[in-house]
């Protein structure tokens, strides 16, 4: 299904989220040594009837660990446990580190506190039987990476945390962050979105057993920043997108040029069958830094989305406020998606960056071309963008006068 397109004289809304009144849901808890200054940045998935929460927190020892709570109507937190159900156990997340207070270095990648390295910013996605975990791990002066691990269904919802043992899935001496796994399969292969700073990068992967030292993320696509737009600076995957009849919502997070130091929230619509192709996206932010605890915290002006949920008609949206709570805002889904739809874009796909095959993706737009059979030049028919195995972009198409192949390059 395409965006609808607005009509002339017809005044159009952008979607929005409205925040909780309850917010924050989660505040840091003095009587537990290990979230006593910060949770926030939380994951989230619907299971068994009610939102399960995975939180990044960070307390006496300045390292960061994931909490668990969970929600049965989204808004109010009915459970939340006493102890961390993901702890760092690798030197790539800080284990046998000197903490900062002992060393007396600040690192420049250290990011809402957390100095003492650990696991950061959460996602979850259930494939299956698996519920699969991205993170950012960091330990405490290197270039933060990306990390997984995952655990069966059962256990997670049992809360038996028998995680697999993580491995680093993004390459050495590069800041890559923000990743999250698309739900389901495209084409038999899973894919991964994460950042590379400024742009959301994609990659197409036959399996997620990763071994943590010959195998990295390449970035096969990219969703570049837009220049003269609240996404400028710096554009992020927030939870992993949801799969609505109108393609596939994603939630991402954005810094603008002109207001480089407040971090705000967008959405975008995907392909269904071609998730690096874009649909739609907000001109405006659906969420901004506003309320007092989005900037009374560890980080002034921070709205930081990693967890999504549609309950009945709902689209929930959790975040970490001002990198010290953690809050959730919603929209009624119809309207939002509605509004979304209107806000198209023209057949933007994602830049090739390091496509590993020949890639097609359809096309809607009208591609003029020079017919060599017919010399003359035709709007091609069944046109469809085309990256050769040189990364090099085209168009093909078919002359709808004499049925001849026809090809635009760049």
């Not at 939340?80 to 993901?86: I, K, W």
């Not at 910013?121 to 990476?145: C, N, W």
């Not at 990198?323 to 209107?342: G, H, N, Y």
Request: glycine share 8%.
């Amino acid at each position: 299904m395409h965006p609808k397109k607005k009509t002339q004289g017809q005044v159009m809304l952008s979607p929005v989220l409205d925040r909780f009144e309850g917010n924050p849901i989660l505040r840091p808890d003095t009587g537990n040594w290990w979230e006593t200054k910060a949770v926030f940045n939380p994951a989230v998935i619907y299971e068994g009837g009610k939102v399960h929460i995975l939180y990044r927190a960070i307390g006496e020892t300045d390292n960061s660990l994931l909490g668990y709570a969970s929600s049965l109507d989204g808004f109010h937190v009915n459970e939340r446990l006493a102890n961390p159900v993901y702890v760092p156990r690798e030197s790539f997340e800080g284990v046998g580190s000197l903490p900062r207070l002992e060393t007396g270095r600040f690192s420049p990648f250290e990011s809402g506190g957390g100095g003492g390295g650990g696991c950061e910013d959460p996602r979850l996605t259930r494939i299956d039987d698996k519920v699969y975990l991205t993170y950012v791990a960091y330990d405490g002066h290197s270039p933060p990476r990306v990390a997984l691990s995952s655990i069966g269904i059962d256990d997670f919802l049992q809360k038996n945390w028998r995680w697999k043992k993580p491995v680093l899935i993004s390459p050495p001496h590069v800041v890559d962050k923000n990743a999250c796994i698309l739900p389901e399969k495209i084409n038999g292969k899973y894919v991964i979105f994460h950042r590379i700073f400024p742009n959301i990068l994609i990659d197409f992967v036959d399996d997620l057993d990763f071994d943590g030292k010959t195998r990295w993320l390449e970035g096969h696509f990219k969703i570049p920043v837009k220049s003269s737009s609240w996404d400028s600076l710096k554009v992020a995957a927030g939870p992993p997108p949801i799969k609505m009849k109108e393609g596939w919502l994603f939630i991402y997070h954005a810094i603008d040029e002109k207001d480089d130091l407040r971090y705000k929230i967008g959405a975008m619509l995907l392909d269904i069958k071609e998730p690096m192709r874009v649909l739609a996206r907000t001109k405006k932010p659906i969420l901004e830094p506003e309320a007092v605890y989005e900037n009374d915290g560890l980080k002034y002006g921070v709205v930081y989305p990693c967890g999504a949920a549609v309950l009945n008609d709902r689209l929930f949206v959790y975040y970490g406020g001002a990198d010290m709570v953690v809050c959730v805002a919603t929209a009624k889904i119809s309207e939002f998606l509605s509004r979304l739809c209107r806000e198209s874009e023209l057949t933007q796909i994602s830049y090739p960056v390091n496509a590993p095959t020949e890639v097609y993706t359809n096309t809607h737009e009208h591609i003029v071309g020079y017919c060599l059979k017919c010399r003359k030049m035709r709007e091609m028919k069944n046109s469809r963008h085309f990256i050769m195995k040189n990364l090099k972009h085209a168009v093909e198409g078919v002359c709808p006068q004499c049925r001849t192949k026809m090809v635009k390059f760049g």
